[in-house]
T-cell receptor, first 109, second 114 residues
Framework: DGGITQSPKYLFRKEGQNVTLSCEQNLNHDAMYWYRQDPGQGLRLIYYSQIVNDFQKGDIAEGYSVSREKKESFPLTVTSAQKNPTAFYLC????????FGSGTRLTVV | QQQVKQSPQSLIVQKGGISIINCAYENTAFDYFPWYQQFPGKGPALLIAIRPDVSEKKEGRFTISFNKSAKQFSLHIMDSQPGDSATYFCAASRITGSARQLTFGSGTQLTVLP
């Protein structure tokens, strides 16, 4: 079955530590996206990529970085520069109606 | 102009009732309007979508009504069931450069009482 796989489901980060969230898709979609979701709020765009080796900042890119070396993969790194990283992170792919992964819940400990 | 305003923030409906969620937008460049359903701890799933050349779209118990002149659209859930209890997001999509981007509303938490 085609879909998007995010891992891990839960992630704990210590202060000053970088962590990387994985996102893999087998839908053959060119476009991939990372969103952040905070409780009671909508989805905010962090980064997006339309093709391999190219990506663009979204509305809240500060403290995050991405890479797109393969069409299937779009990992997100939450750096120590992100002061409030505790959130639910969602990866999506597609062009009109996106397909979302099941998310990674990141908590700072 | 990028915002999509969604209301209400929360909604409680009796089983069998009609749930109505409203959204409004400003940017006339939006050309695709999907609705997503999200259960706790899961990613949003595409529920139903409409393009602005259509005033209504129905899929089973779910209907989108679209008013282009008012720049408003709404989701109606007929015969609401406890299994419909979830958070619903409206969204609006447009092309920016070579990219198509979605702008999401803030979400509506729907509770359907048994």
């Amino acid at each position: 079955d085609g879909g998007i796989t995010q891992s891990p489901k839960y992630l704990f980060r210590k202060e000053g530590q970088n962590v990387t969230l994985s996102c893999e898709q087998n839908l053959n979609h060119d476009a991939m996206y990372w969103y952040r979701q905070d409780p009671g709020q909508g989805l905010r765009l962090i980064y997006y990529s339309q093709i391999v080796n190219d990506f663009q900042k979204g509305d809240i890119a500060e403290g995050y970085s991405v890479s797109r070396e393969k069409k299937e993969s779009f990992p997100l790194t939450v750096t120590s520069a992100q002061k409030n990283p505790t959130a639910f992170y969602l990866c999506a792919s597609g062009r009109g109606g996106y397909t979302f992964g099941s998310g990674t819940r990141l908590t700072v400990v | 102009q990028q915002q999509v305003k969604q209301s209400p923030q929360s909604l409680i409906v009796q089983k069998g009732g009609i749930s109505i969620i409203n959204c409004a937008y400003e940017n006339t460049a939006f050309d695709y309007f999907p609705w997503y359903q999200q259960f706790p701890g899961k990613g949003p799933a595409l529920l139903i979508a409409i393009r602005p050349d259509v005033s209504e779209k129905k899929e089973g118990r779910f209907t989108i009504s679209f008013n282009k002149s008012a720049k408003q659209f709404s989701l109606h859930i007929m015969d609401s069931q406890p299994g419909d209890s979830a958070t619903y997001f409206c969204a609006a999509s447009r092309i920016t450069g070579s990219a198509r981007q979605l702008t999401f509303g803030s979400g509506t938490q729907l509770t359907v009482l048994p």
